[in-house]
């Protein structure tokens, strides 16, 4: 797996690898926001618990998780923030966003009224 890693770096280089996880970064934004915001809908055409759960959760998956990544990485590479100074800090913010996004997802399809 590394040697591949070391392919790909001297294939792009290592600012176009920056360049395309931010791409990807904001794509995955997007995308997320349009699913949450379709769940969110369903919520309020249909006033149906089980959806505002979904759509929360669904937030808290993608819309926490890139943008938090993404400002990390830009933060970062522009000197302002060392991500090894931070150590265990960034996994654990994450972390606990992914859990209770799917908590929330899991409330939504266990929830019954």
Known sequence: MIE???????????EDLST?????????????LIVGYQ??????RNDSPAM?????GLVLLVVV???????LSVLDSAGLVSLPALGAFLPLVRETANVGGLLCILYA????D
């Not at 591949?4 to 290592?14: C, E, I, N, R, T």
């Not at 395309?20 to 997320?32: D, H, M, N």
């Not at 399809?109 to 019954?112: K, P, V, W």
């Open 4 to 14: 591949s890693d070391v392919a790909l770096q001297f294939l792009v280089g290592p």
């Open 20 to 32: 395309l996880l931010t791409a990807v970064t904001l794509v995955g934004i997007v995308l997320g």
């Open 39 to 44: 769940a969110y809908r369903g919520y309020r």
């Open 52 to 56: 505002f759960w979904l759509a929360l």
């Open 65 to 71: 998780q890139y943008p938090f990544s993404l400002a």
């Open 109 to 112: 399809l266990y929830d019954r």
